[in-house]
């Protein structure tokens, strides 16, 4: 892997993998600055590839297939990411699109896209499962950013003019840090000639302050469609990068992302019969991260699996893991790194997403030595730590 800087001072990094007939690039641009409305970011991500002054929507939809490149853009919270994946023999090609598509998009559609992007989201709020997520994500950033969730998108994006769009689209544009991965096969050194135009990477300093400390919450929605009770239990914990991540990361693939093999999915669904689907999950941004437990029960089976969460919480807080247990859950978790970095795609989207965090572009190298040297204590002492009284508990269910 060769890291270099463009002329527009854009960091980036080249990892030639040889006889691969694809190649894949990632750029990342910093979020700074939160949204005027919730929803507007969504919605300019959406209308970036709706035109630019050089194709129509048609047009571009039409080139980009006829040439089998394959070009997207994606909001997230603490960056917007444009990326492709083409044939080596159509590089340039896609580099100039994409080029056009940052300097250019003419933000077509705009009622268009806020009506179907609307509709969209009420049709994923019919999901119990979607519904709880939403009151959960709202209720632990509450007042913050991170908690733009769907139901608060749909009651600020009537909002949202075109204007606002296009500010927004501006000001990330010429006011962001910059982070560029390349994957493949090819010669790299035509990226100055259609990166290295668009506005310069700029260090920022960021108007997306750390959430404020979370007090224990209890948050409920009631669905009378409903034929589950659907339970998130979640705690704020560091974010990537931190000393404690890695041990969070196991934490998460002995507690309940490890599918069959994990704590809650033995205890509450093979022991218990409580759920089909129990899971914990290890969500993180630039400024924070959540640890949650997630289960789908019969109503009447609300408390006891509130207790379950609780009586396995209490078991790794006092217990230590046993060496088999903490071996296996590093081998797991190590597949799994692995796993994601296969194609040059996922290795481009990786190398870059590391770097808008503020972290090496080869990062997933000292993480997995980082994760190797995890010890029993220290999984214990985390789980003390963080797993405290200070939680959020969401809670949907029908009717009753």
């Given at each position: 892997?060769?890291?270099?800087?463009?002329?527009?001072?854009?960091?980036?990094?080249?990892?030639?993998?040889?006889?691969?007939?694809?190649?894949?690039?990632?750029?990342?641009?910093?979020?700074?600055?939160?949204?005027?409305?919730?929803?507007?970011?969504?919605?300019?991500?959406?209308?970036?590839?709706?035109?630019?002054?050089?194709?129509?929507?048609?047009?571009?939809?039409?080139?980009?297939?006829?040439?089998?490149?394959?070009?997207?853009?994606?909001?997230?919270?603490?960056?917007?990411?444009?990326?492709?994946?083409?044939?080596?023999?159509?590089?340039?090609?896609?580099?100039?699109?994409?080029?056009?598509?940052?300097?250019?998009?003419?933000?077509?559609?705009?009622?268009?896209?806020?009506?179907?992007?609307?509709?969209?989201?009420?049709?994923?709020?019919?999901?119990?499962?979607?519904?709880?997520?939403?009151?959960?994500?709202?209720?632990?950033?509450?007042?913050?950013?991170?908690?733009?969730?769907?139901?608060?998108?749909?009651?600020?994006?009537?909002?949202?003019?075109?204007?606002?769009?296009i500010n927004a689209y501006k000001t990330i544009l010429e006011n962001s840090a910059k982070t560029l991965a390349l994957v493949g096969d090819i010669d790299e050194k035509i990226l100055d000639e259609f990166i290295g135009i668009i506005p310069a990477s700029v260090e920022t300093e960021s108007e997306i302050l750390k959430p404020e400390v979370l007090n224990k919450e209890y948050a409920e929605v009631i669905?009378?469609?409903?034929?589950?009770?659907?339970?998130?239990?979640?705690?704020?914990?560091?974010?990537?990068?931190?000393?404690?991540?890695?041990?969070?990361?196991?934490?998460?693939?002995?507690?309940?992302?490890?599918?069959?093999?994990?704590r809650l999915f033995l205890e509450l669904r093979e022991k218990k019969g409580l759920a089909y689907t129990v899971r914990t999950a290890y969500e993180t941004h630039k400024q924070s991260a959540v640890f949650s437990i997630y289960i789908g029960t019969e109503p009447s089976n609300i408390q006891t699996s509130i207790n379950g969460f609780k009586e396995e919480i209490e078991k790794i807080k006092t217990i230590p893991v046993t060496d088999e247990e903490l071996h296996n859950a590093k081998n797991n978790l190590i597949g799994k790194q692995q796993f994601i970095a296969e194609t040059n795609t996922q290795q481009a989207n990786m190398m870059a997403y590391y770097s808008i965090m503020g972290l090496p572009f080869d990062y997933q190298k000292e993480l997995i030595k980082k994760i190797t040297e995890v010890t029993p204590e220290q999984i214990q002492q985390c789980a003390n730590k963080y797993f405290t009284e200070d939680f959020v508990l969401a809670v949907l269910k029908p009717e009753i």
């Open positions: 892997m060769r890291e270099f800087v463009l002329k527009n001072n854009i960091k980036a990094c080249f990892k030639r993998n040889e006889n691969t007939p694809r190649v894949a690039l990632t750029l990342n641009m910093s979020i700074t600055k939160p949204e005027k409305y919730a929803g507007e970011y969504s919605l300019m991500n959406r209308l970036l590839l709706k035109g630019t002054d050089k194709y129509s929507s048609e047009e571009l939809a039409n080139i980009l297939d006829e040439n089998a490149i394959e070009l997207y853009t994606e909001m997230k919270s603490d960056y917007l990411r444009f990326r492709f994946v083409c044939l080596n023999e159509d590089f340039e090609k896609a580099l100039s699109i994409l080029s056009n598509i940052i300097l250019n998009s003419t933000f077509e559609e705009f009622e268009k896209e806020k009506i179907k992007l609307k509709g969209e989201l009420l049709a994923e709020l019919d999901s119990a499962r979607v519904k709880v997520s939403d009151l959960f994500t709202k209720t632990v950033y509450k007042k913050h950013f991170y908690g733009n969730s769907y139901t608060r998108v749909l009651e600020e994006i009537d909002n949202v003019t075109k204007e606002d769009v669905k009378e469609d409903a034929n589950q009770a659907q339970i998130l239990q979640g705690w704020l914990v560091p974010q990537i990068g931190c000393d404690d991540y890695p041990v969070l990361m196991l934490l998460n693939i002995i507690l309940g992302a490890s599918g069959l093999s994990s």
